[in-house]
T-cell receptor, first 117, second 111 residues
Framework: DGGITQSPKYLFRKEGQNVTLSCEQN?????MYWYRQDPGQGLRLIYY???????QKGDIAEGYSVSREKKESFPLTVTSAQKNPTAFYLC????????????????FGEGSRLTVL | GQQVMQIPQYQHVQEGEDFTTYCNSS?????IQWYKQRPGGHPVFLIQ?????EVKKQKRLTFQFGEAKKNSSLHITATQTTDVGTYFC???????????FGAGTQVVVTP
């Protein structure tokens, strides 16, 4: 079955440690995204990638890094520079309808819940 | 910058009643999408609206895009317990790939 797989589902980290969240998709989608979700708030865009070997900062990129070496994979590293990393992280992908910009529905993974101890 | 606001933040509904959640943007949108997130789950796409004044229906759900393409609404009739969850709207201007999500409306249904 096609879909997006995020791992791990739950992760605990000590302060000062970097952690990497995995996101893999087999939907053959060009675009991939990382969102952060905090209680009572919407999804905030961290980074996105429209094509392999290219990515752009979203609204809250500070303290995070990404890579897009393969079409299927878009890992997110939460660095020690991120001041408040405890959150629910969601990866998504889409293939936009190129006739009408931004018309692709987002397919989300099940999320990774990061807790900093 | 673009901001998308949703009201209400919380909605308690008696089973069988109707309710509406609203989405307002500070700028004109090229399109708007709606997602539903069940408790403990991930957002799932419901629908996309592109045209000014567009209305789409999915069974008991009716979605509308405003004439000025700056607001949208989701109306649910005869609410059921399966409607529990948080409903998000997400809109974008012309910049490719940057959906701006509202904070969501959390819906609780009492039998």
């Amino acid at each position: 079955d096609g879909g997006i797989t995020q791992s791990p589902k739950y992760l605990f980290r000590k302060e000062g440690q970097n952690v990497t969240l995995s996101c893999e998709q087999n939907l053959n989608h060009d675009a991939m995204y990382w969102y952060r979700q905090d209680p009572g708030q919407g999804l905030r865009l961290i980074y996105y990638s429209q094509i392999v070997n290219d990515f752009q900062k979203g609204d809250i990129a500070e303290g995070y890094s990404v890579s897009r070496e393969k079409k299927e994979s878009f890992p997110l590293t939460v660095t020690s520079a991120q001041k408040n990393p405890t959150a629910f992280y969601l990866c998504a992908s889409t293939t936009p309808d190129r006739a009408i910009p931004n018309t692709g529905e987002l397919f989300f993974g099940e999320g990774s819940r990061l807790t900093v101890l | 910058g673009q901001q998308v606001m949703q009201i209400p933040q919380y909605q308690h509904v008696q089973e069988g009643e109707d309710f509406t959640t609203y989405c307002n943007s500070s700028t004109t949108l090229s399109n708007i999408q709606w997602y539903k997130q069940r408790p403990g789950g991930h957002p799932v796409f419901l629908i996309q609206l592109v045209k000014s004044g567009e209305v789409k229906k999915q069974k008991r759900l009716t979605f509308q895009f405003g004439e000025a393409k700056k607001n949208s609404s989701l109306h649910i009739t005869a609410t059921q317990t399966t409607d529990v969850g948080t409903y998000f709207c997400a809109g974008t201007e012309d910049s490719w790939g940057k959906l701006q999500f509202g904070a969501g409306t959390q819906v609780v249904v009492t039998p």
